[in-house]
């Protein structure tokens, strides 16, 4: 079972290469920090500009500093059913906990495809599997009858809803009570978590993993005033870290903290120099400066 915080790491690049040195110490940060695990190769970490050799660089480092309470995901989802279950394959042995499945993007299956999509993924390999629900990024929605036709398949086992519907991520958690319920969306998280929710896969923890953590705990001890407290700067930094497309700001942010080289792969692109000093601004207010 999935619970906890899990980040959405990003993929530091130096010289267009990964750079080794800087993501050992993000992983070695953020499990130093308390949070239950990484979730690598996501739309955070620039899945769509990774090769699988250099998958298979982030793994093995990740790999390193694994133990039962910091849990390795990977995201092998694309949207071709075939590519998906062969790279899942690849990985699957490695050591890895799970794989983060995204909805097939662009090509926009009816809800049958996506059930056949998850389905054909499921015969074929052999590892827990955690749905990924994101119409914002793929225009193509897992209806609440899908999800439950899908909770059916023993190895998926959790789900990322990024939708920040908290009628259908309440809807989930009744039907579906023993299934991971994992939030997709930094700012409403807190709420998330009052309608049942089991933790997030988070872009924020990239920047403040002890915040992030220290909300989940709050809320899980019952100190709600500080959970809500928490919440504000979660909320400012959620719009921070969302100024440009992710995973433009987060990569800046950890720039401006000295953490990586400011580095991207194309389409993406340097953040607007306007949009790059209110997010400075941010930085400081909240105290991570």
């Not at 052999?126 to 023993?154: C, H, M, Q």
Request: glycine fraction near 6%; charged fraction near 25%; hydrophobic fraction near 40%.
């Amino acid at each position: 079972m999935f619970k906890g915080i899990f980040t959405a790491i990003v993929t530091p690049f130096l010289d267009d290469k990964i750079d080794v040195v800087a993501f050992k110490k993000l992983v070695k940060e953020q499990k130093e920090q308390g949070v239950s695990g990484i979730a690598i190769s996501g739309t955070t970490g620039e899945s769509p500009n990774l090769s699988i050799k250099e998958k298979e660089i982030l793994i093995n480092i990740a790999l390193e500093f694994k133990s039962e309470n910091f849990k390795i995901i990977l995201g092998t989802g694309s949207n071709s059913t075939k590519h998906v279950v062969e790279e899942t394959k690849h990985f699957e042995n490695i050591g890895i906990d799970g794989v983060l499945l995204v909805t097939p993007y662009y090509n926009k299956p009816t809800q049958d495809g996506l059930y056949a999509h998850y389905k054909e993924i499921h015969e074929n390999t052999n590892i827990p599997i955690i749905l990924y629900n994101v119409p914002g990024r793929t225009a193509i929605s897992l209806s609440f009858d899908t999800i439950i036709k899908l909770s059916k398949l023993e190895r998926i086992i959790s789900i990322k809803e990024a939708t920040g519907n908290m009628l259908l991520g309440a809807e989930i958690r009744t039907a579906l009570p023993n299934i991971s319920l994992l939030s997709g969306d930094d700012g409403s998280f807190l709420s998330f978590l009052a309608i049942g929710g089991d933790g997030c896969i988070s872009v924020v923890s990239n920047v403040a993993p002890k915040l992030v953590v220290n909300l989940y705990n709050a809320y899980k001890n019952n100190e709600n005033q500080k959970a809500i407290e928490l919440n504000k700067v979660m909320i400012e930094l959620t719009k921070a870290m969302f100024l440009e497309t992710n995973p433009i700001p987060v990569k800046t942010a950890l720039v401006e903290l000295g953490k990586i080289a400011e580095e991207f792969r194309l389409p993406l692109t340097k953040m607007n120099e306007l949009n790059r000093r209110m997010l400075r601004m941010t930085l400081r207010r909240v105290g991570l400066f």
